[in-house]
């Protein structure tokens, strides 16, 4: 073992002592009966173990020769560097959403399906650990000044946390007639906390500085925020142009977001929602051809959100597509495909071709996140393996994201290149995905450098940039909380583009290479195929 190696694993050890629940969806051994330790001394303990290793692997010389340990050494660096600075000036603890997405993400965890069969003692470990969790997370936050919205999100996921606890369990095939005790104590300490959350008026925004740094250390950006601003203003006007335009060519007498709207009804019926979801998916790994090598050797089953997850998975990060734990990923992945509710014709609409096309079954299914986790799992960075893993709040480590969300946005257009998949209203709606991802970058970096409110924010994504008026809400209170994760999607998309223009390799063996090196900052990716392609030319 080289000395990044052992870092490594001292590192992974840490992350998986203070954040358990990561552990569970990484699959990390021996931390799955208890929930992340906090409080004062907890917080205090943490830094103190991250500034130690910290000054350890910056005081060292050492330069690593391959691809693998070079992304190894820059990303364990900086999660120490960003996990440091957040507990040092915004703690995850002074977060009231922290502790109901921990406690209901705790019990998930254990719950979804994988190869190794339900730890049913597990569950009850942790279903016992909640009550102490919320009363010590409510003693930090009693002091504080919380942000409104916060204080709402967490209200909400209590309630659905609540729901799983009383209802939900209960319906699970692995439930056991003892977890019904610790579950009724565990709802009753998470009405209580909800209840006793004082929403205030702090700003919660990071400021530029945070920003900066983020984009800095986390995603390895080398420009600032003002200057990512201007590239995504510059690129909302430009697609804001092109959509108008573009529908023009379609039909004259209608917007595009008539057109759009138009597509709803493009809808299979009800019956045959799980078939066109299946279909579509194998349809884009067949157009796939030629283009990029999909993860067809690991199978992707499309199936119903189980009867036990219904009421608890509106308000909670509960995710469609989540790739099993990179430590034993068994052969496959289960999508969830949500059922219809009172409203068939609303969840109908919901369930349009063209979105299950460029959403379910390629952003998220075939060669979107699909394939890029199932290629994660055999990179030589062992942090690249782990880091885009999808936990409780977002995924792991964030300086996977820009590869993780900037390849999945990237592959929905990837598809364009192959003749007749989309239809040309369906390049509308992909033409309008590209305009929201450049209006949430522009909105992420305005709001964290104190240039709008939320509500200015909840305007713009509501007046100019046409977001349902249902979701705004949550994707603003959510931007709010994470500063630098909204960004990543629209900058993340324009490396990759970039550097396949400069590069000029052949369309499979371009995007086989950038997917072989994991979830790593794609800035540092490119900076590894361009060392790869000046070897080949020596």
Same mark, same amino acid.
């Given at each position: 073992m080289s000395q990044t190696d052992g870092w490594v694993e001292r590192y992974l050890a840490l992350h998986a002592r203070f954040r358990p629940v990561d552990a569970s969806f990484m699959g990390l051994p021996g931390y799955s009966d208890g929930l992340p330790p906090v409080g004062a001394a907890a917080l205090e303990q943490e830094k103190t173990e991250l500034e130690a290793l910290l000054q350890e692997v910056e005081g060292s010389k050492q330069e690593p020769d391959t691809a693998g340990e070079r992304l190894d050494?820059?990303? @364990? +660096?900086?999660?120490?560097? %960003?996990? @440091?600075?957040?507990?040092?000036?915004?703690?995850?603890?002074?977060?009231? $959403?922290?502790?109901?997405?921990? *406690?209901?993400?705790?019990? &998930?965890?254990? =719950?979804l399906p994988n190869e190794r069969p339900t730890n049913t003692d597990t569950v009850a470990a942790r279903l016992?650990? &909640?009550?102490?969790?919320?009363a010590t997370g409510l003693k930090t936050l009693e002091a504080l000044n919380l942000p409104a919205d916060w204080v709402g999100r967490a209200q909400k996921e209590a309630e659905a946390l609540e729901a799983l606890l009383l209802r939900g369990l209960s319906k699970h095939p692995d439930y056991q007639a003892e977890w019904q005790a610790p579950a009724a104590h565990a709802a009753a300490? %998470?009405?209580?906390?909800?209840?006793?959350?004082?929403?205030?008026?702090?700003?919660?925004?990071?400021?530029?500085?945070?920003?900066?740094?983020?984009? +800095?250390? *986390?995603?390895?950006?080398?420009?600032?925020a003002a200057e990512?601003?201007?590239? $995504?203003? $510059?690129?909302?006007?430009?697609?804001?142009?092109? =959509?108008?335009k573009m529908a023009r060519q379609l039909d004259p007498a209608k917007s595009w977001q008539q057109q759009l709207t138009d597509l709803e009804q493009q809808h299979p019926a009800l019956a045959d929602v799980q078939r066109t979801y299946q279909d579509w998916n194998a349809r884009a790994l067949a157009a796939a051809e030629g283009l990029v090598t999909p993860a067809r050797e690991y199978g992707l089953s499309y199936e119903f959100l189980p009867e036990w997850a219904w009421e608890a998975a509106g308000a909670l990060y509960f995710l469609f597509y989540r790739s099993p734990p990179a430590e034993h990923p068994g052969d496959g992945s289960r999508y969830w495909i949500f059922p219809p509710g009172a409203d068939t014709a609303a969840y109908l609409r919901g369930q349009n071709i063209p979105f299950i096309k460029a959403v379910h079954a390629v952003h998220h299914g075939s060669i979107g996140h699909h394939t890029q986790n199932a290629r994660a799992r055999r990179a030589a960075s062992r942090l690249a393996q782990l880091g885009g893993t999808d936990c409780a709040s977002g995924i792991a480590f964030l300086s996977a994201g820009t590869l993780v969300e900037g390849w999945a946005c990237y592959a929905e257009d990837l598809l364009l290149e192959t003749p007749g998949f989309y239809t040309p209203q369906e390049e509308l709606l992909l033409k309008q995905f590209e305009f929201r991802n450049a209006a949430c970058c522009l909105a992420d970096i305005r709001l964290h450098t104190g240039q709008w409110t939320l509500e200015q924010m909840r305007a713009f994504y509501r007046d100019e940039v046409g977001f349902a008026p249902g979701r705004v809400w949550a994707e603003t209170t959510r931007n709010s909380i994470y500063p630098a994760t909204r960004l990543m999607y629209w900058l993340g998309t324009q490396v990759i583009k970039e550097l396949r223009a400069e590069l000029g390799l052949a369309p499979q063996e371009f995007h086989d290479q950038l997917l072989s090196y994991g979830c790593a900052p794609i800035t540092l990716i490119a900076q590894e195929l361009r060392r790869l392609k000046a070897i080949g030319a020596a």
């Open positions: 050494l820059w990303l @364990l +660096r900086a999660q120490l560097r %960003v996990t @440091l600075r957040e507990a040092q000036q915004r703690p995850r603890q002074h977060n009231p $959403a922290f502790y109901t997405g921990e *406690a209901a993400f705790g019990i &998930i965890s254990l =719950l016992k650990a &909640i009550p102490e969790f919320l300490a %998470v009405q209580a906390f909800a209840a006793a959350l004082k929403a205030g008026d702090a700003d919660p925004a990071c400021g530029r500085d945070h920003l900066e740094f983020l984009m +800095r250390e *986390a995603h390895a950006l080398p420009f600032s990512a601003e201007g590239r $995504a203003q $510059a690129a909302f006007e430009t697609l804001g142009a092109e =959509l108008a």
